[in-house]
C-alpha cells in the first residue's frame, strides 16, 4: 500500500485529491493546521467513516511555519508521495497579508523540501508543488513553460520562488519534484471568499429573495477555468511518471468573470446586471487581465485532458449552492 502526505488536505483541492488517492489504494497522511473552530468540512464525509478514518485516513498536527513538526511528521509516516497543496490561496488577501504569504508560500516549502533531505526521503518520496498561473502575471496568453514569469502579486512571487526553489532540489539532490502550474480550478467546494464561489452564492441567495445586491472587483478579468477534480488527477499523474518534470494545467478555454455571471445567473433565469455592483475596494492594486494555458505538454505526456467544460462546472457550482440553501 502506498502513502501519501498531503498538506492542505482540509482544501478544496486536498479533499478532492485525498478522495482520488483512497479509491486508488492509497494510505494518505494529512497535515492540519491547530485551529480553535473545526475547518474540516470538506474531509468530513471520509473522517465519519470508520472504514476509512484511522484504517487508511489518518491527520497530523503541523504548519509549513513549523519546520519541527514537517521533520516529525515525514519521519513518522515515510510517505512514497508528498503533495503540497498548503498555501495562503487568495490572491487578494495576499496584498494585505505580504509576510506572512510568503513565510508560508515560499518559506514554508523550502522547509517541508529540507525536512524530505534532512529525513533522508529524497531517494523515495516524489514530491509535488502547486505552482499558479498567476506565476504568469502580466505576460499574453496562451501561457506555457516558456512563457516569462512576470508575477503581479505577493502570492504569485511567493509562489514563484517556491516554483524555482522545487526545480533546484530537484537538480542538486536528485529529488523526483515536480511543479504543476495549474491555472484557475473550481468547484463547490471553493472557498466563499472566491470570486467563483461568491458569485454563485449570491446568485443562489438572490434567487431565494434572501440577497438583492453582489459587489465585485474588475469584471474584466478573464482566466482559463477547470474543475478541481480534473485538476487533481493531473497531481496524481505527474507523480507517478519515470522522471520529474513541470507541467502546464489548463482547459485552454478563456472567460472573463462577466462570462462567468452570465452563466450562473442565466441557469437561475435571472438577468446579473439588475444586481451586481462594482465595487473599487475589490480591485487589486496590480491586476492580471488574462490568462488562458497551453497544456500540450501534459496531455502528451501525462496523457491528461480535463473532462468538465465550462458551463457544466458553473452549474454544477449553482446547484450546489441551491441545495444548502434548501
Same mark, same amino acid.
Given at each position: 500500500?502506498?502513502?501519501?502526505?498531503?498538506?492542505?488536505?482540509?482544501?478544496?483541492?486536498?479533499?478532492?485529491?485525498?478522495?482520488?488517492?483512497?479509491?486508488?489504494?492509497?494510505?494518505?497522511?494529512?497535515?492540519?493546521?491547530?485551529?480553535?473552530?473545526?475547518?474540516?468540512?470538506?474531509?468530513?464525509?471520509?473522517?465519519?467513516?470508520?472504514?476509512?478514518?484511522?484504517?487508511?485516513?489518518?491527520?497530523?498536527?503541523?504548519?509549513?511555519?513549523?519546520?519541527?513538526?514537517?521533520?516529525?511528521?515525514?519521519?513518522?509516516?515515510?510517505?512514497?508521495?508528498?503533495?503540497?497543496?498548503?498555501?495562503?490561496?487568495?490572491?487578494?488577501?495576499?496584498?494585505?497579508?505580504?509576510?506572512?504569504?510568503?513565510?508560508?508560500?515560499?518559506?514554508?516549502?523550502?522547509?517541508?523540501?529540507?525536512?524530505?533531505?534532512?529525513?533522508?526521503?529524497?531517494?523515495?518520496?516524489?514530491?509535488?508543488?502547486?505552482?499558479?498561473?498567476?506565476?504568469?502575471?502580466?505576460?499574453?496568453?496562451?501561457?506555457?513553460?516558456?512563457?516569462?514569469?512576470?508575477?503581479?502579486?505577493?502570492?504569485?512571487?511567493?509562489?514563484?520562488?517556491?516554483?524555482?526553489?522545487?526545480?533546484?532540489?530537484?537538480?542538486?539532490?536528485?529529488?523526483?519534484?515536480?511543479?504543476?502550474?495549474?491555472?484557475?480550478?473550481?468547484?463547490?467546494?471553493?472557498?466563499?471568499?472566491?470570486?467563483?464561489?461568491?458569485?454563485?452564492?449570491?446568485?443562489?441567495?438572490?434567487?431565494?429573495?434572501?440577497?438583492?445586491?453582489?459587489? +465585485? #472587483?474588475?469584471?474584466?478579468?478573464?482566466?482559463?477555468?477547470?474543475?478541481? !477534480?480534473?485538476? /487533481?488527477? *493531473?497531481?496524481?499523474?505527474? &507523480?507517478?511518471?519515470?522522471?520529474?518534470?513541470?507541467?502546464?494545467?489548463?482547459?485552454?478555454?478563456?472567460?472573463?468573470?462577466?462570462?462567468?455571471?452570465?452563466?450562473?445567473?442565466?441557469?437561475?433565469?435571472?438577468?446579473?446586471?439588475?444586481?451586481?455592483?462594482?465595487?473599487?475596494?475589490?480591485?487589486?492594486?496590480?491586476?492580471?487581465?488574462?490568462?488562458?494555458?497551453?497544456?500540450?505538454?501534459?496531455?502528451?505526456? +501525462? #496523457?491528461?485532458?480535463?473532462?468538465?467544460?465550462?458551463?457544466?462546472?458553473? !452549474?454544477?457550482? /449553482?446547484? *450546489?449552492?441551491?441545495?444548502? &440553501?434548501?
Amino acid at each position: 500500500m502506498k502513502k501519501a502526505l498531503i498538506t492542505g488536505i482540509t482544501g478544496q483541492d486536498g479533499s478532492y485529491l485525498t478522495e482520488l488517492l483512497l479509491e486508488k489504494g492509497y494510505m494518505v497522511h494529512g497535515i492540519v493546521r491547530r485551529s480553535s473552530s473545526f475547518n474540516r468540512g470538506r474531509i468530513e464525509h471520509l473522517i465519519q467513516n470508520r472504514d476509512i478514518y484511522g484504517e487508511t485516513l489518518f491527520l497530523h498536527y503541523g504548519d509549513l511555519a513549523d519546520s519541527s513538526a514537517l521533520n516529525r511528521i515525514i519521519e513518522k509516516t515515510e510517505p512514497d508521495e508528498v503533495y503540497n497543496l498548503a498555501a495562503q490561496s487568495h490572491v487578494g488577501i495576499s496584498f494585505k497579508v505580504p509576510e506572512y504569504t510568503c513565510d508560508v508560500d515560499a518559506i514554508g516549502v523550502i522547509r517541508l523540501l529540507d525536512a524530505l533531505r534532512e529525513t533522508g526521503m529524497t531517494a523515495s518520496s516524489r514530491f509535488y508543488q502547486a505552482s499558479t498561473s498567476e506565476q504568469f502575471g502580466s505576460s499574453p496568453p496562451p501561457q506555457n513553460l516558456n512563457t516569462p514569469f512576470k508575477p503581479r502579486s505577493p502570492y504569485a512571487a511567493a509562489k514563484l520562488c517556491a516554483h524555482w526553489m522545487v526545480v533546484n532540489y530537484r537538480e542538486g539532490y536528485n529529488m523526483h519534484a515536480s511543479n504543476g502550474i495549474l491555472f484557475n480550478h473550481e468547484s463547490p467546494r471553493r472557498g466563499e471568499n472566491f470570486v467563483t464561489r461568491k458569485i454563485v452564492r449570491e446568485a443562489a441567495r438572490i434567487k431565494k429573495g434572501l440577497s438583492t445586491e453582489l459587489c +465585485l #472587483g474588475n469584471l474584466d478579468a478573464k482566466r482559463d477555468w477547470g474543475h478541481a !477534480r480534473d485538476f /487533481v488527477r *493531473a497531481m496524481y499523474l505527474m &507523480l507517478q511518471q519515470p522522471a520529474a518534470d513541470d507541467y502546464v494545467i489548463a482547459t485552454g478555454e478563456m472567460y472573463s468573470v462577466r462570462d462567468f455571471l452570465e452563466e450562473a445567473f442565466t441557469y437561475l433565469q435571472l438577468d446579473w446586471q439588475d444586481f451586481v455592483v462594482t465595487d473599487p475596494r475589490y480591485f487589486r492594486p496590480t491586476e492580471v487581465d488574462a490568462l488562458c494555458g497551453d497544456s500540450t505538454k501534459a496531455r502528451r505526456v +501525462l #496523457g491528461w485532458k480535463p473532462e468538465i467544460n465550462f458551463a457544466s462546472l458553473v !452549474r454544477e457550482m /449553482v446547484d *450546489a449552492e441551491m441545495a444548502r &440553501l434548501n
